[in-house]
């Protein structure tokens, strides 16, 4: 968050407001801190910096304090539940039909936006709800008694005057789910007719901006809009628009940015509309650093929808980017470089007394024997691609430009809860990957036993040596820390 305490407890230095959960905290800050009486806490430049950016949000000046307030208290109440309605929208893209299906939620924005007026408050405060909204027609779980929600949406953008493309979405999907011939009230006449007028009055502006909008459709999950731009179609869908050139490029960054988003829905209507032979050149090509759609992926722990998707077009699953390391290797990255955010929010929790609904125990991994432990919550995306990866056949043995194999690289980087993970396959060439994997030295002449030795990483040492004994390998014992050939902290980066 741009505002907020510290991981540590203290302060942070203030700066852009930028998701709703820091619009949410920004306007109890500024509503609360008159109300404990501190006057030298009104006289800071967090205060005045925060009060500046609300100010704006909310098109009133803070000096006048009364409606001030009473605007600020609204936005308190919007920016809090846009926070809940950007977790949902990211929920579903995901593949996860989470916040977007919650009651209370929907009957509280649909309840709340009616009787609010917009009227000053900027895009960034509506994209949530119109993207929820939107969302919620794309999936079919709408009524049209909530179409007051659309019809205020839209009645705020005419006001405000700037071009916001969540709105249009919202628009696409609505008047399409109309035009479709579902059967509603009679309110879908007006509803269509509203729909209708604001894209007319917009239809320049797509057709000048469209172009350049791939990548922001497929970012923000606009199924509408995307629907529209890979078919060449006006809003209405009643004429073709001009694209420009460059088709191939902007398409092949628009696969990617599905993949990196883990957005298996936008990805499958990207394939649906391009073809299956187009998207495999697309997604075995390497960007500038050599990584395949499959390395994003893995990079960042997209939902298993994706890989799906992935392997259906023919992704080849030991490519390796210019450092030499394979999908695997982006299972095992840097401990430190992916902060433990589960642990943090429980304890956040625990700290403040929230309420809440959210399961706080810590995730779980079974061994073959079905034998249940904790494990760190960090690992459980990582150990699900590994699974995966491995039962498509890819090589852990392959060494990087370092010589470190994935396995050499877990023991090193502290994933002690992945590797277990390498040895349960037993079909096809998987015995003799693994052994192989357990003999490979690292060119500095360390296996991953010794590695784990090294690091500490006790647990993972454990794995291995139980791993090496079943083969009847021979397994030294541990010699004491100083005589191991180097310290952790001397370990080759």
Same mark, same amino acid.
């Given at each position: 968050m741009a505002f907020g305490d510290g991981s540590a407890g203290g302060p942070r230095a203030s700066g852009p407001l930028q998701t709703m959960s820091d619009y949410a905290a920004a306007a109890y800050y500024v509503l609360s801190a008159p109300r404990r009486g501190d006057?030298?806490?009104?006289? !800071?430049?967090?205060?005045?910096? +925060?009060?500046?950016?609300?100010?704006?949000?909310?098109?009133?000046?803070?000096?006048?304090v009364q409606q001030f307030s009473? @605007? =600020? !208290?609204?936005? =308190?109440?919007?920016?809090?539940?846009?926070?809940?309605c950007e977790a949902g929208n990211v929920q579903y893209l995901r593949g996860i039909k989470g916040r977007t299906y919650n009651d209370s939620l929907i009957k509280r924005g649909d309840t709340v936006l009616p009787s609010t007026s917009l009227k000053g408050f900027g895009s960034r405060l509506i994209e949530p709800f119109s993207s929820m909204l939107s969302l919620s027609i794309y999936s079919t779980n709408w009524s049209s008694f909530r179409d007051n929600a659309i019809i205020t949406l839209l009645d705020a953008a005419s006001i405000g005057g700037d071009d916001n493309w969540s709105l249009f979405n919202l628009a696409v999907e609505r008047y399409r789910r109309g035009r479709g011939g579902a059967q509603e009230n009679g309110h879908n006449s007006e509803i269509l007719s509203a729909c209708k007028t604001f894209l007319d009055g917009h239809e320049g502006a797509w057709a000048t901006e469209a172009a350049e909008l791939l990548e922001t459709c497929v970012r923000n999950g606009w199924f509408g809009l995307l629907s529209r731009w890979l078919r060449s179609e006006s809003l209405t869908g009643g004429s073709k628009i001009s694209l420009g050139n460059d088709f191939a490029n902007k398409e092949e960054r628009a696969i990617r940015q599905a993949v990196q988003s883990g957005f298996p829905y936008i990805m499958k209507i990207i394939v649906e509309a391009l073809g299956m032979e187009r998207c495999k050149n697309f997604v075995n090509r390497a960007n500038s650093q050599g990584q395949t759609a499959l390395h994003l992926a893995c990079k960042h722990r997209a939902p298993k929808e994706v890989?799906?998707?992935?392997? +259906?077009? %023919?992704?080849?699953?030991?490519?390796? *980017?210019?450092? %030499?390391?394979?999908? +695997?290797?982006? *299972?095992?990255?840097?401990? @430190?470089?992916?902060?433990?955010?589960?642990? !943090?929010?429980? @304890?956040?929790?625990?700290?403040?007394? =929230?309420?809440?609904?959210?399961?706080?125990?810590a995730p779980e991994a079974w061994d073959k024997f079905c034998n249940a432990r904790f494990i760190d919550s960090r690992a459980y995306d990582f150990r699900v691609l590994i699974y995966q990866l491995l039962a498509y056949n890819a090589d852990m043995t392959i060494p990087d430009q370092e010589g470190m194999t994935p396995i050499h690289r877990a023991a090193k980087e502290g994933w002690a809860d992945t590797i277990d993970v390498f040895f349960r396959h037993e079909h096809g060439d998987s015995e003799r990957l693994q052994r192989a994997s357990l003999r490979i030295r690292y060119h500095a002449g360390h296996t991953a036993l010794d590695y784990t030795r090294i690091s500490g990483n006790i647990a993972g040492e454990e794995v291995l040596a139980s791993e090496m004994r079943k083969r009847a390998m021979g397994v030294l014992p541990r010699p004491p820390q100083h005589l191991l050939p180097m310290g952790p902290q001397d370990l080759p980066m």
């Open positions: 006057q030298s806490q009104l006289e !800071e430049a967090r205060f005045r910096n +925060i009060s500046r950016q609300l100010s704006s949000a909310t098109s009133l000046p803070s000096h006048m009473a @605007k =600020l !208290e609204a936005l =308190l109440e919007l920016a809090a539940l846009g926070a809940l890989f799906r998707l992935l392997y +259906i077009l %023919g992704t080849y699953v030991n490519s390796q *980017c210019h450092l %030499g390391r394979t999908l +695997i290797h982006y *299972c095992v990255p840097d401990l @430190k470089s992916v902060p433990p955010v589960f642990e !943090e929010v429980v @304890k956040m929790i625990s700290h403040h007394y =929230l309420p809440t609904i959210t399961f706080l125990e």
